[in-house]
């Protein structure tokens, strides 16, 4: 019986992404290892962001500290969108409040001399990584999610040099250079297929991509630029491998034909999307994740149970639903919040 319970507790988000029904929804978080957690802090005390993702003795540790710490019911590996970058040949750092900085960035005249590098060799780290954290995980028989930035939003730092809430010289390249842009949209896409084939092979168990700032184009750009390389990418993992996917971008609604066009198992839903509408709208054959305000972490405890509850009760016909925010957790959120939504979670049963 324990065993048997021990089981179903594996499969629970894996079942939820093949839209299988579960005893509760699954939870976890997007950037689930961090800042908010003192965990966290005491490692980052000692070594900067990058020693950190490039070290998997630490990046094991980091991934479980929010699983010992909340029982989420999956672990996804601690690394980042941009360890892409570096194999470029584009300088990366994170600096303080400000976060990440390409001090040399991409310049148009450049993109077709651009090499594809060797990801496995370049990446060595990450795919360490993985293969620690699957060995650690397996007393918690809890599944590993690996990840990558999409081309677009990891080309978008590569031209931008930082976050830029406008884009303005991608959208500069768009309108002059969108030759160049595609260019170096294939060549990212060849480079983010190799990562997550070696991932796979390191043994992750699901995949996410992460493409936040394809959320900042129009309609028209987003079907150019986004969704050929995500569907590429995806029937690429599809096709290869038995290892589910979804997809992440901001402004979910606004695309939402072209994403489910993409055919990923799962659609990482943001924050302001309406379930009700959403769920109406998707096949019932693709998961839904997400899609709780990270600001309602700061909320009263009574307040955020309710919003959480309601989220659970509008999806509870709905297999195929896994819980989480709609954008990644904040560095303030007070941690006994992400108890409460973990534990309101768990004990649903709609
Ligand atoms: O979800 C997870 O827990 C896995 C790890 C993960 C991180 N970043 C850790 C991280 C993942 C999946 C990401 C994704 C990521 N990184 C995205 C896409 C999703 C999103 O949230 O929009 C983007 C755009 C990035 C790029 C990035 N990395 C930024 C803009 C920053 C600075 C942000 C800030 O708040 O300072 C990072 C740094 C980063 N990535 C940290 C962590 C834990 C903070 C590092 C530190 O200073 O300790």
């Known amino acids: 019986m324990l065993e048997l319970s021990l089981t179903l507790l594996i499969m629970i988000y894996l079942d939820a992404l093949s839209c299988k029904k579960t005893e509760r929804p699954p ?8 800042r908010y957690m003192q965990q966290y802090q005491d490692i980052r005390k ?10 998997p003795q630490l990046a094991t540790e980091i991934t479980l500290q929010p699983i010992d710490a909340f029982g989420f019911d999956a672990a996804i590996l601690f690394s980042d969108i941009l360890t892409l970058v570096k194999p470029f040949g584009c300088s990366l750092e994170f600096k303080e409040g400000i976060g990440p900085v390409i001090d040399d960035p991409l310049q148009a005249e450049a993109i077709k001399a651009l090499e594809i590098p060797n990801i496995k060799q370049e990446c060595g780290f990450v795919f360490e990584a993985v293969k620690l954290i699957r060995e650690k995980l397996l007393p918690y028989k809890i599944p ?21 809430p406008n884009l303005e010289t991608v959208k500069y390249w768009i309108g002059h250079n969108p030759n160049e842009l595609h260019d170096l949209l294939e060549k990212l896409t060849v480079s983010v297929i190799d990562y997550l084939d070696e991932q796979v092979n390191a043994g992750v168990q699901a995949l996410q991509l992460f493409d936040t700032w394809a959320g900042l184009l129009s309609y028209e750009d987003f079907k150019l630029f986004i969704a050929p390389y995500l569907k590429k990418i995806v029937s690429h993992v599809r096709t290869k491998h038995n290892v589910p996917i979804t997809v992440f971008c901001k402004h979910t609604m606004a695309f939402l034909d072209l994403l489910i066009d993409i055919n990923p198992n799962g659609i990482s839903v943001d ?26 972490l700061f909320a009263k405890p009574e307040k955020l149970r309710e919003r959480v509850i ?41």
Do not use: C
């Not at 939870?27 to 961090?34: D, H, K, S, V």
């Open 144 to 164: 590993l999610i690996g990840f990558s930035g999409a081309p677009f939003t990891v080309a978008s730092y590569m031209i931008e040099g930082k976050s830029s």
């Open 271 to 296: 924050w302001q999307t309406n379930l009700r509408d959403i769920k109406s709208k998707v096949p019932s054959t693709m998961a839904l994740q997400g899609n709780l305000d990270p600001l309602l």
């Open 46 to 55: 000692n070594h900067n962001f990058l020693e950190m993702i490039g070290t």
């Open 27 to 34: 939870i976890w978080f997007m950037r689930q290892a961090g």
């Open 310 to 350: 309601e989220k659970l009760d509008i999806m509870k016909d709905r297999p195929g639903y896994i819980f989480n925010l709609g954008h990644g957790i904040l560095p303030t959120t007070p941690v006994e919040n992400v108890k409460l939504v973990v534990d309101t979670v768990k004990s649903y049963r709609g």
